[in-house]
């Protein structure tokens, strides 16, 4: 399908790996120019010429930590106004709702609810005049069902959540469209870690954990970023401008809900 983008730009937050790889990948497929970001500069400049290689199109890489205000300001000045925003950061570390205290949820909440804000406050006024833009926000299939050890990422992005439902509408009338895309477990890094947080608190191997979490999903698999990446790169095509605030979930069913 021919997303009908070609030749628009896209900036991609924590884009150098896993969820944010696979968006810039499928962005890159459909003709999208693009400034990718993490903090890691190595990573980051093989990933951005494997997709000017794949791909042909411009890529423009800054390594930066997103979440702070300097590191914002670095990205936002190399990439300038763009058609396509998805924003994206690694996730807050798992632990028990006893132990996190105000500097924990000051932190989550940087990273995984204002920082995606303020990444949307620099772009909707140039998108909204240029009467075009598409807004992703990577964030977690814990907004619809909880996870408990994840009980940050529950709070930050939850807040997120509720800051797009408002927003996007009222952002709809000028072409500009705002989503969230939610992912249940995908195969990348992140899920490495999990794995090894479960094995390690249950005395079990990593394959086991591994093995014991398919078993909740009924696909009885984990996802790809790459299918995590087409359905971002459908979410910011010409064929979704009707898709307004919504929260698109990918997690091979495994949240137990009727809708
Ligand atoms: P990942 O495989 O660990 O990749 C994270 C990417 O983000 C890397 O490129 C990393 O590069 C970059 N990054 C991390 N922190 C950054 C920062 N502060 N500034 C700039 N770049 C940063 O993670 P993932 O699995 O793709 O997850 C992406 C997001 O989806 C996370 O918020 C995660 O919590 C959420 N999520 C993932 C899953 C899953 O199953 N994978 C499920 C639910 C939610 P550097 O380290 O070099 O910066």
Known sequence: MDLG????????????????????????????DLILNARGADALEATAQELRDAHGVKVTAVAA??????????????????????TNAGGPP?????????????NAMDANMLTPIALMQAMLPGMMENGWGRIVNITSGS??????????????????????????????EKGVTIN?????IHATDRAVMLDNGVAKAQDISVDQATQQRKATIPARRYGTAEEFGSTCAFMCSQHAGFMVGQNIVLDGGAINATI
């Open 65 to 86: 930590d997103i979440t702070s205000p300097e590191g914002r300001a670095k990205v936002l000045d190399a990439a300038g106004q763009v058609d396509i925003l998805v």
């Open 5 to 32: 983008i070609k030749g628009k730009t896209a900036l991609v937050c924590a884009s150098s790996k896993g969820l944010g790889k696979g968006c810039a990948a499928a962005l890159a497929a459909a003709g999208v």
């Open 143 to 172: 907004v619809k069902a909880p996870i408990p050890q994840l009980g940050l990422s529950n709070t930050a992005r939850a807040g997120l959540t509720g800051f797009v439902a408002g927003t996007a509408r009222q952002v709809a």
């Open 94 to 106: 798992p632990g028990l709702w006893k132990d996190w205290g105000r500097d924990d949820f000051i």
């Open 180 to 184: 969230n895309l939610l992912p249940g």
